[in-house]
């Protein structure tokens, strides 16, 4: 005699399947629309885009548009200024954010968690502009590249020292502890040890500070105020304010494209270790 066994019918609920489409709608809406606004006005004429709007272009002009942002946009003079800023603060906030990181990872005490704190108030205390630039021109640094760099690393160093503590309270001492064993000294095993591990958050952390950075005018209007040494975004406040751009939307928003090229090919090179680096630096 044969029982048949009854299971208990599983029911979905709609909700299961509307909430990812209601999530992606939403991500299409605020990210999708100014992404093709940005796009399809930098190849109209100038006559269509005077107003921007979301319609295709009835003559798209690209290579005009493009061409005559790279003539009078100063577009390699600000990428070469945006890249001298930009890439030594990374390299120090990722050195000194790892080697602060590991520190306060493997050391203990009330001092030290004391420390650890005021290293990441950073993430909640915005910096105060006043007080930068005044301090930058008493240190003769304002208006200098290595104020700026000096500014970036600043602001984007409890960011690292963040993700990385956290990162590397997940790493089993003993690693350390063999390298010492075979005669490694505290440099040593930071660079041969530590920092070969800490690649994913090292790479978040990357492309987190560039790309604030990268996109950043507040503190380089205050700090560099523009001339030979302005970055991208801030050269082209200065080209537009200059009535070089008046009612030119279609070249406006083709130095926008060129300017963001940089950041998009380094997220998508990198993306997949955005994600990975954040859940590890979330471990504790």
Do not use: C
């Amino acid at each position: 005699m044969t029982t048949a066994l009854a299971f208990p019918s599983v029911r979905r609920s709609p909700l299961r399947w509307a909430r990812p489409v209601a999530v992606l709608l939403i991500a299409a809406v605020t990210i999708g629309i100014p992404l093709w606004l940005v796009a399809v006005t930098s190849v109209k004429p100038q006559a269509e885009a005077i107003k921007p709007n979301l319609s295709l272009p009835h003559h798209a002009q690209a290579a005009d548009n493009y061409r005559q942002t790279l003539d009078q946009g100063k577009i390699v003079q600000g990428l070469v200024n945006s890249l001298l800023v930009v890439v030594p603060s990374v390299v120090l906030v990722l050195l000194l954010g790892a080697g602060a990181a590991w520190v306060f990872a493997r050391r203990k005490g009330r001092l030290v968690n004391a420390l650890y704190a005021l290293s990441i108030s950073g993430l909640l205390l915005p910096p105060a502009v006043i007080t930068i630039v005044m301090e930058l021109r008493q240190l003769g640094l304002a208006g200098t590249r290595p104020g700026m760099i000096a500014v970036y690393t600043g602001m984007y160093l409890s960011t690292s020292i963040f993700f990385m503590t956290g990162f590397i309270r997940s790493l089993p001492e003993e690693l350390e502890e063999a390298a010492r064993m075979d005669g490694a000294g505290p440099a040593r095993v930071f660079f041969r040890i530590i920092l070969p591990l800490l690649r994913p958050v090292i790479a978040t952390a990357t492309i987190m500070v560039m790309l604030f950075a990268w996109s950043d005018i507040f503190y380089a209007f205050f700090v560099l105020g523009g001339g030979d040494k302005a970055t991208l975004p801030l050269n082209l406040y200065q080209v537009a304010n200059a009535q070089l751009y008046l009612n030119n939307w279609h070249l406006i928003f083709a130095y926008v494209v060129l300017m963001s090229l940089p950041m998009v090919i380094v997220f998508v090179v990198a993306q997949r270790r955005i994600v990975s680096g954040i859940t590890s630096g979330a471990v504790k």
